[in-house]
T-cell receptor
Framework: DQQVKQNSPSLSVQEGRISILNCDYT??????FLWYKKYPAEGPTFLIS?????DKNEDGRFTVFLNKSAKHLSLHIVPSQPGDSAVYFC???????????FGTGTRLKVLA | ETGVTQSPTHLIKTRGQQVTLRCSSQ?????VSWYQQALGQGPQFIFQ???????GRGNFPPRFSGLQFPNYSSELNVNALELDDSALYLC????????????FGNGTRLTVT
């Protein structure tokens, strides 16, 4: 059972435009929602997070939105840069039982 | 600040064998977790250790076991290896708390033949 899905396996965006990555989940138990970026041959790198009591968090070019009623999480990157080209994973966690569930990943390619 | 380091980087084992993977936590971090990433998929949570005790586990059989040492470094042991165990194994360290960002190593690529 795939509790967390990133329905777009890949995404191509022109440099300078907005990249929107999406993550959908089925269970309301999650407390924290994080985004990670992964380059080939490296471990994932933390980007930004949001707790279940908020609906938006912003850090520089990165903004995360949480819609709890729709069980939907998104990451906006603006403006997109070629160095943003990587695989992006959402990660959902629970504080009570310490479970960590990653999404399936979206490969972002930013075209110069 | 020293990051998370994993060893070895690559490993080839035969079905039925046992393997031990190692991880050194980032300095100051007291929690370590392990993940299995198969090709084309997201990392799957195996388990987490805090102060040498397992405090969270994903859907992995008991032949996946671990240890955390007083210096917060960690081992992942897999017994009776199966072909499907071939994957990238990632270790992450963090401070206590589900909202603490995970800091990952570069992983160990395990191939089971």
């Amino acid at each position: 059972d795939q509790q967390v899905k990133q329905n777009s396996p890949s995404l191509s965006v022109q440099e300078g435009r907005i990249s929107i990555l999406n993550c959908d989940y089925t269970n309301s138990m999650f407390d924290y929602f994080l985004w990670y970026k992964k380059y080939p041959a490296e471990g994932p790198t933390f980007l930004i997070s949001i707790s279940s009591i908020k609906d938006k968090n912003e850090d520089g070019r990165f903004t995360v939105f949480l819609n709890k009623s729709a069980k939907h999480l998104s990451l906006h990157i603006v403006p997109s840069q070629p160095g943003d080209s990587a695989v992006y994973f959402c990660l959902l966690t629970t504080s009570g039982t310490y479970k960590y569930i990653f999404g399936t990943g979206t490969r972002l390619k930013v075209l110069a | 600040e020293t990051g998370v380091t994993q060893s070895p980087t690559h490993l080839i084992k035969t079905r039925g064998q046992q393997v031990t993977l190692r991880c050194s936590s980032q300095s100051g971090h007291n929690t370590v977790s392990w993940y299995q990433q198969a090709l084309g998929q997201g990392p799957q949570f195996i388990f987490q250790y805090y102060r040498e005790e397992e405090n969270g586990r994903g859907n992995f059989p008991p032949r996946f076991s671990g240890l955390q040492f007083p210096n917060y470094s960690s081992e992942l042991n897999v017994n009776a290896l199966e072909l499907d165990d071939s994957a990238l194994y990632l270790c992450a360290s963090s401070l206590e708390g589900a909202n603490s960002p995970l800091h990952f190593g570069n992983g160990t690529r395990l191939t089971v033949t």
